[in-house]
DNA sequence: CTGTTGACTGACGAATCAGTCAATAATTAC
DNA sequence: GTAATTATTGACTGATTCGTCAGTCAACAG
C-alpha cells in the first residue's frame, strides 16, 4: 500500500540508505534494514535496486549531489568572498559530532577496493575541489586574499580538514572542539594571506586574535 | 604437521591477517583465507583466536606495535634532529603506494563501532605523538626548530600526513607523487621552522630552495 | 466498468561463513 | 617407553543474508 512514483521511492530509499549507512557502516547495513526503516518489503528494495553493490554506491552518489548542492549555494551567495569562506568552512569542517564525515570515511575505506565507489568519491572531490579553487581565484582577483596559487591553496585546505576529520573520529574526545576549530582559522588563513580573526566566528573583523 | 609452540604461530596468524587486511580490507577478509594463506585449517586460527573480531583486533594492535618500534628506532638514532626527522617523513608520508596506510584507513572506518579496534587505534596516536612531540622538543631545545608549542606542531604535522593519506587513496594518481613530497616537506618545515630543503630528499643541506 | 500496467509483497532458494567438536598427530613429561 | 598434553584437522552446523519469483493489488486508461 502507498505507492509511489519510482523517483520518488528511489529517491527515498537512497536517503534511508545514507541513514542506516552513517548508523552501522557500510559492511554491517542490511537490505533489510533499509527497507525496515521505511516499513517496507526487502524485495521492493530489490526491485528499484539491482544488487547491494549498486545500491550503495548510488546512496554515496546521492549524499554526494546534496553536499555538493550545498556547498555551491554557499559559494553563490552574495556578500565578500572571506564572508563565504567563513560559511563554507562552518558547513564542513568535522568541528561538532559531524555524522556526515562518518559516511566519507567509510567512503575512503570502501572505495579502495569498490571501483564505482572510487569513481563517485573521486568525482565528488574533483567538484569540491574545483568549487574551492574559484572561490580562492575570486578571492585573489578582487584583492581579499593574498597567495599564489589558487590550486595548490585549495588542496591544502581540503587535506586539513580530510586529516582534522581523521583525527576528531580517531580520537573522538581527545582533541578540543574549540581548539579545532581555531586551527582551521589558522591553517585556512595562513594559506590564503589573511588575518585568522577574519574566519572568527561571528564577526567578520575586529576581534581580539588571542594567537601565538 | 608441522606444529608449532603457540607464541610462534599467533604471530605467524597475525601477520597473515595483517597482510589479507591490506588486500581485502576486514569486511571482506574470511578467516578462511587468513588459514589459507598459511596452508592450515581454519579451525587452527579459532583455536588461537576465539572470534574473527578479536582476531582483527589483535592483527591491528600487531601492526601498530610493530610500527612504533620502527618509529621508536627512526627517533632514538645518532644523527642530527633534522636528519632523524628526515628519515621519519620518508618512513611515514604516503608517498609511494603505502600498503600500511591502507590497514590504516581501514581501521578508521571499522573503529567508528568497533570499541577494541578504536581503543587500539586511539593508543597507537597517543604513542605515536608523544614521540614526535619529544622529537620536535629536542630540536627545540638544541636551537634546530624554531616554534612555540612542540605539541600543536605534532598535532598539525599528524594531521597533515593523515590527510595526504586520505588524498593519495581516495584519488590514487590524481596528485603527483613528487609533489606530494614537496608539500610534506614544506609544511613540516614551516611548523618546525626550519628551511624546506633540510628535509630535501638528499643532501641534508646546501641543495636550491626552489619552492616560492 | 474493465483491462493493463507496474509497484509491491513475502516466502523461499542458495550461498556464505563464523564458530564447534570429535578425532588425530606431534610433543613433552615422567 | 608410555602417558599426558597440546597443536591441528576437517567435516559439520547454525545463522545470516542476498537475491528471486510467483502472485497481489492499487492506479489509471479507455
Known amino acids: 500500500m502507498a505507492r509511489k512514483k519510482v523517483v520518488l521511492r528511489r529517491e527515498e530509499i537512497l536517503e534511508a540508505t545514507v541513514e542506516q549507512i552513517k548508523q552501522r557502516g557500510i559492511a554491517t547495513t542490511r537490505v533489510a534494514d533499509v ?33 555538493m ?8 551567495r552574495s556578500g565578500s568572498v572571506v564572508t563565504r569562506m567563513k560559511a563554507l568552512i562552518r558547513l564542513y569542517a568535522p568541528t561538532g559530532q559531524a555524522p556526515g564525515w562518518r ?3 567509510d567512503g575512503w575505506s570502501a ?36 597567495c599564489a596559487d589558487a590550486r595548490v591553496v585549495a588542496w591544502r585546505i581540503t587535506l586539513f580538514l580530510d586529516g582534522l576529520a581523521v583525527q576528531l573520529v580517531a580520537r573522538r574526545g581527545a582533541l578540543e572542539k574549540a581548539e579545532a576549530a581555531q ?20 564577526r567578520a573583523a575586529g576581534q581580539r586574535a588571542d594567537i601565538s
Chains 1, 2 share one sequence.
Open 35 to 67: 527497507a525496515g526503516a521505511l516499513k517496507v518489503s526487502s524485495g521492493l528494495v530489490h526491485y528499484h535496486f539491482a544488487t547491494k553493490e549498486l545500491l550503495v554506491e548510488e546512496a554515496f552518489a546521492y549524499a554526494a549531489r546534496r553536499e
Open 69 to 76: 548542492e550545498a556547498l555551491r549555494t554557499t559559494i553563490a
Open 103 to 105: 559516511l566519507w570515511i
Open 111 to 146: 572505495g579502495m577496493r569498490d571501483k564505482g565507489l572510487h569513481d563517485v568519491m573521486r568525482k565528488m572531490d574533483e567538484e569540491w575541489k574545483s568549487s574551492i579553487v574559484s572561490l580562492v581565484q575570486e578571492g585573489m582577483d578582487n584583492g581579499e586574499f593574498h
Open 183 to 202: 586551527w582551521v582559522r589558522e591553517h585556512v588563513a595562513g594559506q590564503l594571506g589573511i588575518d585568522p580573526a577574519a574566519l572568527g566566528p561571528r
